[in-house]
C-alpha cells in the first residue's frame, strides 16, 4: 500500500516568504506527527494531531508555525515570515493509534535564502 | 528535561565487527522504539520495547530495554556495509493519553568494507 507522501520534496524560498507543507498520511492512520530534522541531528518533535486535533503542539519553535488537520487526513504545515534559521527536513510520520510505531515520509527539504 | 541521550555519537567499523549504540534517559521509560535511517533517507522503524529487561532480536540485531527502564542498547553482530546509517532511539512522552516521540541524538554507524 501507499505509505506516508509529503509535498513538495523540495522547497527553495526567500527569507520573509510564506511556505506550506503538505503531508497525506497512510490511510487510516489517526495519529499525524511532524518533526524538523537538521544536518547530523535527530528529529526534533513539532506538533502531533491525534484526528483533527492537535493533541500536543508543544514543539513549535514560535508563533510563525502553524499546523491543521481538518478532515484527520492531510495535514499541512505552515511557515510565516520564513527565516534562514528555518532550514531543514521537514518529516511528517503516521501511525495507526497513539502506541505505534511511526511510519515517515521522505520529508520536505525545506531551504530559506 | 525529556531528552534522551544516545553513545556514541559516531561509530566507525570494520565489516565483520560488532557495533553497539546505548540510549539513556534520566527518567523511567513508558516504552522505547528503535529507528534506522540510511544516508539521505527517513527513519524506518525497527522494534518497540515495552517490558523491564524485555530482548528482542531480529537476525543480526539485539535489542534490550534495561531492568529500570532507563536505558537501552542496540548490538549489531558481525557488521555489513549495509548496516550504514543512523540509528536512533525514540521515547514516548504520554499526557493525557496522548503520545509524542521524542527522538535520541542518535549514533552514525560507519562500516569500512
Known amino acids: 500500500g501507499a505509505g506516508v507522501s509529503q509535498t513538495p520534496s523540495n522547497k527553495v524560498t526567500e527569507k520573509g516568504k510564506y511556505v506550506e507543507l503538505r503531508c497525506d498520511p497512510i490511510?487510516?492512520?489517526?495519529?499525524l506527527y511532524w518533526y524538523r530534522q537538521s544536518l547530523g541531528q535527530g528529529p526534533e518533535f513539532l506538533i502531533y494531531?491525534?484526528?483533527?486535533?492537535?493533541?500536543?503542539d508543544s514543539g513549535l519553535p514560535n508563533d510563525r508555525f502553524f499546523a491543521v488537520r481538518p478532515e484527520g487526513s492531510v495535514s499541512t504545515l505552515k511557515i510565516q515570515r520564513t527565516e534562514r534559521g528555518d532550514s531543514a527536513v521537514y518529516l511528517c510520520a503516521s501511525s495507526s493509534q497513539g502506541n505505534s510505531p511511526l511510519h515517515f515520509g521522505n520529508g520536505t527539504r525545506l531551504t530559506v535564502t | 528535561g525529556q531528552q534522551v541521550m544516545q553513545i556514541p555519537q559516531y561509530q566507525h567499523v570494520q565489516e565483520g565487527e560488532d557495533f553497539t549504540t546505548y540510549c539513556n534517559s534520566s527518567t523511567t521509560l513508558s516504552n522505547i522504539q528503535w529507528y534506522k535511517q540510511r544516508p539521505g533517507g527517513h527513519p524506518v522503524f525497527l522494534i518497540q520495547?515495552?517490558?523491564?529487561?524485555e530482548v528482542k532480536k531480529q537476525k543480526r540485531l539485539t535489542f534490550q530495554f534495561g531492568e529500570a527502564k532507563k536505558n537501552s542498547s542496540l548490538h549489531i553482530t558481525a557488521t555489513q556495509t549495509t548496516d550504514v546509517g543512523t540509528y536512533f532511539c525514540?521515547?514516548?512522552?504520554?499526557?493525557?493519553?496522548?503520545?509524542?516521540?521524542?527522538f535520541g541524538t542518535g549514533t552514525r554507524l560507519k562500516v569500512l568494507a
Open positions: 490511510s487510516g492512520h489517526t495519529a
Open positions: 494531531f491525534q484526528g483533527t486535533g492537535a493533541a500536543d
Open positions: 525514540a521515547r514516548s512522552s504520554t499526557t493525557s493519553g496522548t503520545y509524542k516521540y521524542i
Open positions: 520495547l515495552v517490558k523491564s529487561g
